[in-house]
């Protein structure tokens, strides 16, 4: 995108402390019954024995467990350029490019109304 440097804008990264609820996960020793079956003979003579055991495993749950703290992200870091002229339309100034920070970098370091070439990673600041 090509234009006329107007001006540029750098917007900080926000964030705020925030809560939530902490999980942590807790597991218990569980039982359970598991079915086997064995068939011997065929036909009309077969006949199905069927017995249970105990099978043992842990069984994990995640429960909350008071809460933590942590920084949340509000608005992400920035970077922009307003150009005039943008493409050499005359009516089209004062247009806001999210850019790179070594575009953003490159365009402070000239001077106004200079003729600037960015690749946007965004509209509008």
Same mark, same amino acid.
């Given at each position: +995108?090509?234009?006329?440097?107007? $001006?540029?804008?750098?917007?900080?990264?926000?964030?705020?402390?925030?809560?939530?609820?902490?999980?942590?996960?807790?597991?218990?020793?569980?039982?359970?019954?598991?079915?086997?079956?064995? $068939?011997?003979? $065929?036909?009309?003579?077969?006949?199905?024995?069927?017995?249970?055991?105990?099978?043992?495993?842990?069984?994990?749950?995640?429960?909350? $467990?008071?809460?933590?703290?942590?920084?949340?992200?509000?608005?992400?870091?920035?970077?922009?350029?307003?150009?005039?002229?943008?493409?050499?339309?005359?009516?089209?100034?004062?247009?806001?490019?999210?850019?790179?920070?070594?575009?953003?970098?490159?365009?402070?370091? +000239?001077?106004?109304?200079?003729?600037?070439?960015?690749?946007?990673?965004?509209?509008?600041?």
């Amino acid at each position: +995108m090509t234009g006329l440097r107007d $001006s540029v804008r750098h917007l900080a990264k926000q964030t705020v402390k925030a809560t939530r609820p902490h999980t942590v996960t807790k597991c218990a020793p569980a039982t359970k019954q598991v079915r086997h079956t064995s $068939s011997s003979g $065929s036909g009309s003579k077969k006949k199905t024995r069927t017995w249970y055991t105990t099978k043992q495993y842990r069984k994990c749950a995640k429960v909350h $467990s008071g809460t933590e703290t942590y920084t949340r992200i509000v608005r992400k870091e920035r970077w922009c350029v307003s150009l005039d002229d943008v493409g050499g339309d005359t009516a089209r100034d004062d247009v806001w490019y999210q850019v790179t920070r070594a575009a953003y970098d490159a365009a402070r370091g +000239m001077d106004e109304h200079a003729r600037v070439e960015v690749t946007p990673t965004g509209t509008g600041c």
